[in-house]
T-cell receptor, first 114, second 111 residues
Framework: EAGVAQSPRYKIIEKRQSVAFWCNPI?????LYWYQQILGQGPKLLIQ????????DSQLPKDRFSAERLKGVDSTLKIQPAKLEDSAVYLC????????????FGSGTRLTVV | LAKTTQPISMDSYEGQEVNITCSHN???????ITWYQQFPSQGPRFIIQ???TKVTNEVASLFIPADRKSSTLSLPRVSLSDTAVYYC????????????FGKGTTLSVSS
């Protein structure tokens, strides 16, 4: 079974620039999540999709972050404009709508804002 | 989701058994205890899940006492490759429940 694919693997941008991350979940997984992981901390949930609808985006800084999941498959997460504190690893995960043990995470995109 | 408390870090040597304890005093009746492992530069991956008593798989064992207010992840005979961050999560196992991570326990295994 193919894993969760994310790109790019690394990204360096200047503050106030925009950036987008892409995620391709495991085929058939209904639920997709974006997490932000700052160095030394556990992943923080940003947004949860069920198919192409948003289930929870309460932790997403909506003034600068946006996410979409068109056709209930791939997803993109965008930051515009970026701030220094957005430097982190952005992890995408998918699950088959099956509780806490079914998550599969991608390797993440490491964002550095300078 | 119930709040969890686990040690920030632990050190061990190759070949030893490692036990990581997680406290979850406010665990609800419907909650399960789930552990994830995260290697550097990778996303977390599922290790083990349990509701009560003992669960064992090819990677680890999970011990849960009768009151379920704590749990212990046991890693037998660790190797250098077990160096990782281990997260204890507690929540109901219903479809769509999101994983909410704490800081986890950083396990360092030395030779």
């Amino acid at each position: 079974e193919a894993g969760v694919a994310q790109s790019p693997r690394y990204k360096i941008i200047e503050k106030r620039q925009s950036v987008a991350f892409w995620c391709n979940p495991i085929s058939g997984h209904a639920t997709l999540y974006w997490y932000q992981q700052i160095l030394g901390q556990g992943p923080k949930l940003l947004i949860q999709f069920q198919n192409n609808g948003v289930v929870d985006d309460s932790q997403l800084p909506k003034d600068r972050f946006s996410a979409e999941r068109l056709k209930g498959v791939d997803s993109t997460l965008k930051i515009q404009p970026a701030k220094l504190e957005d430097s982190a690893v952005y992890l995408c995960a998918s699950s088959p709508w099956d509780g806490l043990k079914g998550y599969t995470f991608g390797s993440g995109t490491r964002l550095t804002v300078v | 989701l119930a709040k969890t408390t686990q040690p920030i870090s632990m050190d061990s040597y190759e070949g030893q058994e490692v036990n990581i304890t997680c406290s979850h005093n406010n665990i609800a009746t419907n909650d399960y205890i789930t552990w994830y492992q995260q290697f550097p530069s990778q996303g977390p991956r599922f290790i083990i899940q349990g509701y009560k008593t003992k669960v064992t798989n090819e990677v680890a064992s999970l011990f849960i006492p009768a009151d379920r207010k704590s749990s212990t992840l046991s890693l037998p005979r660790v190797s250098l490759s077990d160096t990782a961050v281990y997260y204890c999560l507690v929540g109901d196992n219903q479809a769509g429940t999101a994983l909410i991570f704490g800081k986890g326990t950083t396990l360092s295994v030395s030779s």
